[in-house]
T-cell receptor, first 113, second 115 residues
């Protein structure tokens, strides 16, 4: 089955700086890669996703890049703000998000004011 | 829309007891899922359903059962609870069509402790 590895497990950045979280996946059939944000004690919420026919996607301060050859994808957050502090999870699915979504182990991002 | 709702929010079980975690969605989503999240870990898929009457195992189905008699409801049954089932359980739903998938919406979670 699919295996998703996520790094780093913790990340601290100064407010205003950029943060990058990286994930690798094992199943070349995976074609959908969402990123979820989970604040303490809350439910995961989708912040951005990318499909395998696209190399990069951007939404305001958040961007995701995908390298299918190397089987890795990354989340980039620019101009970080205190409200960006949370745990971020990457995931991969072979069926455009249907059925089997395999999650990484998460990155705890702390923004230092 | 209330979205995805789960009950109860918290529960403490003794070893060997059974319980049902309830999940309801009002978005007319065809797909529903149950995940567990252990401390400091990602979410692992327990069971999922592609529509009423159809369920299938995920990555960690042992010790759990599900049913899907309606589009809205997807209860998760724990039989003979064990300490290893201590976790936070999330229900999710999505609207999916052949060849494309859509965002999974998560419920608020149920924190279960087995002692």
């Amino acid at each position: 089955g699919e295996n998703v590895e996520q790094h780093p497990s913790t990340l601290s950045v100064q407010e205003g700086d950029s943060a990058v979280i990286k994930c690798t996946y094992s199943d070349s059939a995976s074609n959908y890669f969402p990123w979820y944000k989970q604040e303490l004690g809350k439910r995961p919420q989708l912040i951005i996703d990318i499909r395998s026919n696209v190399g990069e996607k951007k939404d305001q301060r958040i961007a995701v890049t995908l390298n299918k050859t190397a089987k890795h994808f990354s989340l980039h957050i620019t101009e970080t703000q205190p409200e960006d502090s949370a745990v971020y999870f990457c995931a991969a699915s072979p069926n455009f998000g249907n059925e089997k979504l395999t999650f990484g182990t998460g990155t705890r991002l702390t923004i230092i004011p | 829309n209330a979205g995805v709702t789960q009950t109860p929010k918290f529960r403490i079980l003794k070893i060997g007891q059974s319980m049902t975690l309830q999940c309801t969605q009002d978005m007319n989503h065809n797909y529903m899922y149950w995940y567990r999240q252990d401390p400091g870990m990602g979410l692992k898929l327990i069971y999922y359903s592609v529509g009423a009457g159809i369920t299938d195992k995920g990555e960690v189905p042992n010790g759990y059962n599900v049913s899907r008699s309606t589009t809205e409801d997807f209860p998760l049954r724990l039989e003979l609870a064990a300490p290893s089932q201590t976790s936070v359980y999330f229900c999710a739903s999505s609207y999916s069509m052949a060849g494309t998938g859509y965002e999974q919406y998560f419920g608020p979670g149920t924190r279960l402790t087995v002692t």
